[in-house]
């Protein structure tokens, strides 16, 4: 048989070029761990995350993903929706490729506001798919450097006692526990106001 293995000079040149192929794939899916479903892959290279600031156009994106990250809390589908239209917020949106996948919105404070100037991180989502892959990450730094911007100089936020991962996130970026408020939520249920200052 020589040294070409089992399947001679074409089975050893066809094994060469799956290894190189497989190596290529590999390359190629760098840094996604899990495609978002529904996003594709141009030239096979990853679906990048972006941000831009929210449009009017996105209200029925907010309402629709305020719905499903937080029904169990609240009409937050009609509130989240209504406080963007109104200007009171700043919002940023993360899309992933073309596709919108999260938002985050913290509240606007007057110029005359007096100091120390104090905001709240009113809502941060990102649709179920496409969790755990950086978007909430990113989403919160934008914010932390557009509360910055707006020289506010504490940020304060409210997330449900069982929301382990949102908890965790907050934690990596500074924010800190500062006491358990009850009966926060329309539906009753207990929150955790967190403190970061800028």
């Known amino acids: 048989m020589g040294n070409r293995g089992r399947f001679g000079k074409y089975g050893e040149k ?20 899990t495609p ?5 892959r141009k030239r096979g290279r ?3 995350m972006t941000l831009r600031p929210a449009r009017p156009s996105d209200a029925d994106f907010i309402r629709d993903l305020s719905r499903k990250a937080f029904h169990k809390y609240g ?4 509130l989240l929706p ?15 490729g073309k596709r919108r996948i999260g938002y985050a919105m913290f509240a606007r404070i007057r110029p005359d506001s007096p100091s120390p100037r104090v905001s ?15 978007a909430g990450d990113l989403l919160l730094k934008e914010s932390l450097e ?3 911007e707006e020289g506010i100089d504490t940020l304060i936020l409210h997330t449900a006692m069982d929301n382990l991962p949102g908890q965790a996130l907050f934690r990596k970026h500074g924010f800190k526990p500062a ?5 926060f939520y329309p539906e009753g249920q207990n929150a955790l106001a967190m403190v970061k200052d800028l």
Do not use: D
């Open 179 to 183: 006491r358990v408020k009850e009966s």
């Open 120 to 134: 709240e991180l009113l809502a941060i989502a990102v649709e179920p798919g496409a969790r755990r892959q950086g």
């Open 14 to 33: 066809k094994r060469i070029e799956r290894l190189n192929q497989a190596r290529l794939e590999k390359i190629a899916h760098r840094g996604i761990r």
């Open 46 to 48: 990853p679906v990048e």
């Open 82 to 96: 209504r406080w963007f239209l109104s200007g009171s917020t700043m919002t940023t949106i993360v899309l992933w």
């Open 36 to 40: 978002v479903p529904g996003s594709a």
């Open 146 to 148: 557009k509360a910055r």
């Open 75 to 78: 009409s937050y589908e009609f």
